[in-house]
């Protein structure tokens, strides 16, 4: 399942509505999408391969999420940050003084505007070491996990990624997993199909860069 969002600009969403139309027809895309939309009100006819959430309800449902963000790189922190303002969220990570900066209100990278938040911010953010207290109580589990990605083999090491699928199925199977690493196309299909699990779904990272 693919997530994709789009504002409230009608001329970038049909075009959106388009390409996805012609990807899906080439057998390019072969998951459920799922748009996210600006939109308080739509029609059906734009879209007959997914169905629209618009933005106002998507909020409404996860106002009260247990939110859990894997990993504190630039990724997961910056999310984790940004979620923690409206949510309750735990970071996971593995290195024990990252856990201990974030919880001291400190970034373990050097970024504006993380390092600002965290002062600054009344933020609803722990971090633990814990992953399996912390995968038991959420709601939805993102996934920001390094996937190194090798040139010359032209392939993604996504074994850290697998790794959390496999705990959180473990701990919490009614988990919604948002994959937020970068992963080779096909990738999501393949792992719900490995875990015979539909709660993992891709929602794309785009940096500035």
Known sequence: MIF??????????????????????????????????????????????????????MIKNVANARI????????????????????????????????ELINSKKSPIQDEYIEKYLA????????????KEAYSDADFVVIAAPTNYDSKKNFFDTSAVEAVIKLVIEYNPEAIMVIKSTIPVGFTASVREKYHCDNIIFSPEFLRE
């Open 4 to 57: 994709v969002t789009v504002g409230t600009h009608e001329q970038p969403f049909n075009r959106l509505i388009q390409k996805v139309d012609e990807l899906k027809k080439d057998g390019v895309i072969t998951e459920d999408v799922i748009i996210q939309t600006g939109f308080s009100t739509y029609e059906p006819k734009y879209c007959q391969w997914s169905k629209l959430i618009p933005y106002q309800q």
């Open 68 to 99: 859990v963000i894997t990993h504190g790189g630039y990724v997961g922190l910056s999310l984790a940050v940004l979620l923690a303002q409206h949510h309750q969220v735990t970071a996971v990570d593995i290195v024990p003084e990252k856990v």
């Open 120 to 131: 600054e911010k009344e933020l609803n953010l722990t971090a633990t070491l814990d992953a």
